[in-house]
């Protein structure tokens, strides 16, 4: 099965929707981007990819090591794509949380909690 990379499509469309966002509230007369709230955010999500795509090096030779010793195959088959939602959701959660309560992680973290705007 070869399904596209939402990644390729999620992007640019996140891009448009921030730069409509943008002239909204400049229409409009909100206050609600600020250049170093702008520039904050952009730099961590350029670190947070950089470092993404060192570490998953990492986790893809970890998982193609630790799949030789599997004790069965599971297949395509629609609860296991329904289990794996479910598990990268309780581990995002567990991950948020965890950059909530332990400096390491709070450290990036917290950028997303200094604007005073919600956008």
């Keep these: 099965m070869n ?3 939402p990644v390729t499509w999620a992007i640019p469309l996140f891009g448009v929707l921030v730069v409509a966002e ?3 509230a400049r229409h409009a007369g909100d206050v609600t981007y600020e250049a ?3 520039a904050a955010s952009m730099t961590m999500g350029f670190g947070n990819t950089v470092a993404k795509l060192l570490t998953g090096g990492i986790a893809v030779a970890l998982i193609a090591y630790v799949h030789q010793f599997r004790l069965f195959d599971i297949g395509y088959v629609a ?3 329904v ?3 479910f598990l990268e959701d ?3 959660y567990w991950f948020h ?4 309560e332990r400096r390491w992680f709070w450290a990036s ?3 997303h909690h200094t604007s005073q705007h919600y956008n």
């Design 22 to 24: 943008m002239l909204r």
């Design 109 to 111: 973290h917290v950028v």
């Design 36 to 38: 170093k709230d702008a």
């Design 97 to 100: 949380r965890i950059s909530h």
């Design 90 to 92: 309780l581990s995002y």
């Design 79 to 81: 609860w296991a794509f």
């Design 83 to 85: 289990v794996c939602f």
């Design 3 to 5: 399904l596209p990379d």
